[in-house]
């Protein structure tokens, strides 16, 4: 299933590589911020309810 990527193959692969963990550090990030903001809009609402 792999194609075979002849002197690029070390290039190639640590390309994938570096993207993958890239594209995982952003979902990280976004995934936390995400979280973080729902949290502070949830102690915002409760504070105009109670005040």
Do not use: D, F, T
């Not at 299933?1 to 990280?28: F, Q, T």
């Amino acid at each position: 299933m792999m194609p075979e990527l002849g002197k690029y193959a070390g290039a190639v692969l640590s390309s994938y590589a570096v993207s993958l963990v890239l594209i995982v550090a952003l979902v990280a990030v976004s995934v936390w911020r995400a979280r973080r903001v729902r949290a502070e809009l949830k102690r915002i609402e409760e504070r105009q309810k109670n005040g």
